[in-house]
């Protein structure tokens, strides 16, 4: 049925199943595609051991053919979902009729992209509450030394087993965590983009994940000391937020500026000689930043908006090439073109300083029931255990200025980072918001 969106929105997913003892379902969801199948398991080295092993003699058991894939390790002893990766899966795939992956985020995506680009379905038995990717229609893959997003296809079903889930290490549910606590600001900026840039904006994605984002949040404390009930409860979060960017058709409802700032420090981690941290432990920090910009732009007096200084004022396209080119070094052609995507020419510009100065109230009023206080991420996050400043990440204050600054550039994506910039804001407003994070 179309929605008033104008878009059918529907899920390729067929089963979730989330509760202890879940792993018993996968052979029930495999013949469901088939019986007596070739099935090739993706793991890695812990994973296989957690349990790739019991799900080959489960599907063994069963009649199947079962071949391992083993992906190995790479930078900061942990496998990583680069191309060298992705034809290592797809070859181990050729010639099967079902991928059974075993794992969190960079499993996930190299089967969940592996097995698309075969056209073979897979299921996921998923070994961490670490992300929200499990049930999206997308895979993250490093290209070239670019993080880039690929649309693909959902699992045909996803095994998230709490007695597996449970033992987790504490860092990746902490960043799951974190993943989950940009929904404040990601759906803010989804739906600022849609007020002020007319990009398409649906509410039935984010209310979709609302009410179970909520119970997580509550859950948090719980998380630290690997409570049942709180891994459930984040666990449930999480595979509803990848269904929420299904929905959506993109990552927008779940992924705003606050993921423009984590993806800014894995573009320079391998310059910089660091190996890329975890992806919802740097979300979690740069949720509690692009949280304070909220609160620090909420207080802006609309009659002080001067429309004419504003566009006077307003970097031409080659200034804005120059400082691109000062930020991003190597990357910054590619970058500016990406940029220049959001650019607005000069007569959009003035109508929308002309549109925030009438309508400001208005717009906060429709941001109010999501957005949450900076204080407030920041207290869920510390009594879960997680990351609550760049400190915690391995990072520096100058890495936070930096990611701060230029994080916009990289993505086409409007965020609370250019309601900053439009406003000419983000520059003079960054010490005392990023002060008042409590990040640095
Ligand atoms: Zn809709
Ligand atoms: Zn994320």
């Known amino acids: 049925m179309e929605c008033s969106c104008g878009r059918t929105h529907f899920v390729d997913t067929k089963g979730i199943v989330l509760r202890r003892g879940a792993v018993d379902a996968l052979v029930d969801w495999s013949r469901a595609i088939g019986r007596r199948q070739e099935i090739c398991v993706v793991a890695d080295r812990v994973t296989v051991e957690l349990a790739g092993e019991q799900v080959r003699r489960l599907l063994e058991k069963d009649g199947n053919r079962v071949r391992m ?39 996930n995506d190299l089967a969940k ?113 690997g409570d049942h009930a709180s891994i459930a409860a984040l666990s449930e979060a999480l595979l509803l937020s990848g269904i929420s960017m299904k929905l959506a058709g993109s990552s927008s409802p779940a992924s705003g500026g606050e993921h423009l700032i984590s993806h800014y420090w894995d573009m320079t981690a391998k310059d910089e000689g660091r190996v890329e941290g975890w992806h919802g432990a740097q979300v979690g920090v740069a949720t509690i930043v692009t949280s304070a910009l909220y609160e620090r732009l909420r207080y802006v007096d609309p009659g002080e908006i001067d429309v004419d200084g504003l566009v006077a004022a307003r970097l031409g396209e080659a200034d804005l090439r120059d400082g691109i080119a000062r930020r991003h070094g190597s990357h910054g052609e590619q970058v500016a073109a990406e940029f220049l995507s959001k650019h607005l020419q000069e007569r959009e510009y003035r109508a929308e300083i002309e549109y925030l100065k009438s309508r400001w109230e208005d717009m906060w009023e429709g941001l109010s029931d999501v957005l949450r206080p900076a204080a407030r991420v920041r207290g869920i996050l510390d009594v879960a255990g997680a990351p609550v400043n760049v400190r915690d990440l391995g990072l520096t204050a100058d890495h936070l200025r930096r990611g701060y600054l230029a994080a916009r550039d990289i993505r086409g994506r409007f965020t609370v980072l250019d309601l900053a910039a439009d406003l000419c804001m983000l520059e003079s407003s960054s010490e005392e918001v990023l002060a008042s994070s409590g990040c640095l």
């Open 69 to 107: 894939c083993i992906v190995p390790n790479g930078a900061g002893a942990r496998p990583h979902a680069d191309m060298d990766n992705l034809a290592l899966v797809e070859a181990s795939l050729k010639g099967a009729d079902l991928a059974v992956a075993v794992g969190a985020g960079t499993i």
């Open 113 to 225: 992209l592996a097995s698309f680009q075969r056209g073979i379905p897979y299921i996921i038995v998923a070994t961490a509450p670490s992300m929200n990717g499990y049930t999206s229609a997308i895979a993250a893959i490093t290209r070239a030394g670019v993080k880039r997003t690929v649309e693909c296809r959902q699992p045909f079903a996803v095994i998230a087993d709490l007695d597996i889930l449970c033992s987790a290490p504490r860092h990746l549910v902490a960043a799951g965590l974190g993943d989950l606590e940009s929904k404040p600001t990601s759906t803010a900026d989804f739906r600022l983009s849609g007020i002020l840039r007319g990009t398409y904006y649906c509410k039935v994605p984010e209310e979709v994940v609302f009410a179970a984002e909520a119970r997580a949040a509550d859950a948090a404390e719980g998380l630290a000391h």
